[in-house]
């Protein structure tokens, strides 16, 4: 069974940065470098919407038109940890965050939550005006 634990999200201001992690604590066996991870949110009342992800078909990585351009996912294989970069922050990221993973690489879509068969526990993120 993969665990995986988010941290830092907290209260912050419109404008400012924040950076998510999500570390897997338990990797059933598989090296962690072979996962395809995913970032997803969600908000009270609305379905759980993609907001990146990471494949290694290629090596792509893949944003929500929402955070294009301002939101950058990166990975530390050693620490088995995968990272969320947030910068100019809006009140509309405020959320849960949930990060996913797909130990196996099936051909779902990144952008899928059919896609990733782990989920962690959720961190929220808050953003005022």
């Known amino acids: 069974q993969v665990q995986l634990v988010e941290s830092g999200g907290r209260l912050v201001q419109a404008g400012d940065s924040l950076r998510l992690s999500c570390t897997a604590t338990?990797?059933?066996?598989?090296?962690?470098?072979?996962?395809?991870m995913g970032w997803f949110r969600q908000t009270p009342g609305k379905e759980r919407e993609f907001v990146a992800a990471?494949?290694?078909?290629?090596?792509?990585?893949y944003y929500a038109d929402s955070v294009k351009g301002r939101f950058t996912l990166s990975r530390d294989n050693a620490k088995k940890t995968f990272y969320l970069q947030m910068n100019s922050l809006k009140p509309e990221d405020t959320a849960v965050y949930y990060c996913?993973?797909?130990?196996?690489?099936?051909?779902?879509?990144?952008?899928?939550?059919?896609?990733?068969?782990?989920w962690g526990q959720g961190t929220q993120v808050t953003v005022s005006s």
């Open positions: 990471y494949t290694w078909r290629g090596g792509t990585t």
């Open positions: 338990e990797t059933s066996g598989r090296p962690f470098s072979a996962f395809e």
């Open positions: 996913a993973a797909d130990p196996m690489g099936n051909a779902y879509l990144p952008t899928a939550r059919e896609k990733y068969t782990d």
